[in-house]
């Protein structure tokens, strides 16, 4: 069994990720929840996290609140893509929890180091909560078997001509993580702007009428609908999703392990991922980038997901 924690920006598709985690209760056992600022403020996306969880019915699972701006830079929010909630497009249940008062990084940082086996790390936001464990604690890369993070591309953006919106926010911690000399599987643009549910898959969620489902569908279509107006997306990629479908089905996504430096000092490319696609650079690799992904077995595991959640 794959133990876990998810450090997200709740967003929609961050969402969809932990809806999928929460789901493969046979393949992942999910021991909490982190949040940072991303999508929206760090006050939002950890309401916001809390709010899914409440949905889910899965009061018992930890969430802490993590970092509220990234380690130098101002915060860059995307209200365009997911509202002014983090989570527009339906009503989701008030909290019935509350959190933990353990800041995200200790929760972390005291996860891991209690942990008997290594954990799988999952960043969907920013990596500003993970860059700083690292510094914090170093001897937590002990316990950790890899990271699996949404975020750059290598020959995709959103956020900018250039860049990722995770790895944009926060270069410098992205930075800390590709440099950790830990494993590392970059899940990107390239591959999560495929991971898509469209408008059509939206109508048939839509469709199963259940206490999750009535209420992911109407998000699902506020993020499509904003996707479309923006990159003229025909539905919902669901980047943060596939992130965690890759540690629980690693086959659904095909990588090459090769050299990732993230761009901090560029004045038009700041948070790219430059990636050495071709070894020029005859640097040693250092993340495992995916490149191809199954995309209706992603979806299969999605609905059946979502399936599974109106049933608890
Ligand atoms: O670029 C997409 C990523 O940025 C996703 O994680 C989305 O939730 C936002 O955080
Ligand atoms: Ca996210």
């Known amino acids: 069994m794959k133990k876990i924690i998810i450090d997200c920006d709740p967003g929609h598709d961050d969402m969809m990720a932990i809806m999928l ?22 006050e939002k996306t950890f309401l916001n996290a809390l709010k899914v969880l409440t949905l889910l019915k899965a009061e018992n699972l930890p969430v802490a609140r993590g970092f509220d701006r990234p380690l130098t830079r101002e915060l860059t929010i995307a209200p365009e893509i997911h509202g002014v909630s983090g989570l527009d497009g339906a009503n989701l249940p008030e909290p019935g929890i509350n959190g933990i008062e353990e800041h995200a990084v200790d929760f972390i940082i005291r996860t891991l180091m209690q942990a008997a086996e290594p954990l799988i790390l ?15 604690e170093p001897r937590i890369k002990k316990n950790i078997e890899r990271i699996v993070l949404m975020g750059g591309a290598v020959y995709d953006s959103n956020i900018t001509p250039a860049a990722e919106f995770n790895i944009y926010v926060d270069p410098e911690a992205a930075t800390i993580v590709f440099e950790s000399g830990l494993p590392i599987t970059m899940v990107g643009l390239d591959v999560t702007n495929k991971a898509m549910l469209t408008f059509e898959d939206i109508s048939e969620i839509e469709k199963l009428a259940g206490p999750v489902s009535s209420v992911v569908a109407p998000l699902l279509r506020f993020f499509a609908q904003a996707n479309c107006d923006i990159f003229n997306f025909q539905g919902a990629p669901l980047h943060d999703a596939l992130a965690v479908a890759a540690v629980i089905r ?17 004045k038009f490319t700041r948070g790219r991922t430059v ?23 992603f979806k299969e595991m999605m609905i059946g997901a979502i399936r599974e959640l109106d049933k608890r």
């Open 250 to 266: 690693p086959g659904i996504v095909k990588t090459s392990h090769l050299h990732v430096a993230v761009e901090t000092a560029g």
């Open 122 to 136: 999952i960043p969907t936001g920013p990596l500003t909560n993970i860059g700083v464990a690292l510094l914090k």
């Open 21 to 42: 985690a929460y789901a493969s209760s046979d393949a992942v056992e999910l021991l909490g929840i982190t949040t940072v600022a991303g999508n929206q403020t760090g």
């Open 275 to 297: 990636t050495d696609v071709y070894g020029i650079l005859n640097l040693e690799p250092n993340v495992d980038v995916a490149l191809e992904v199954d995309v209706p077995r």
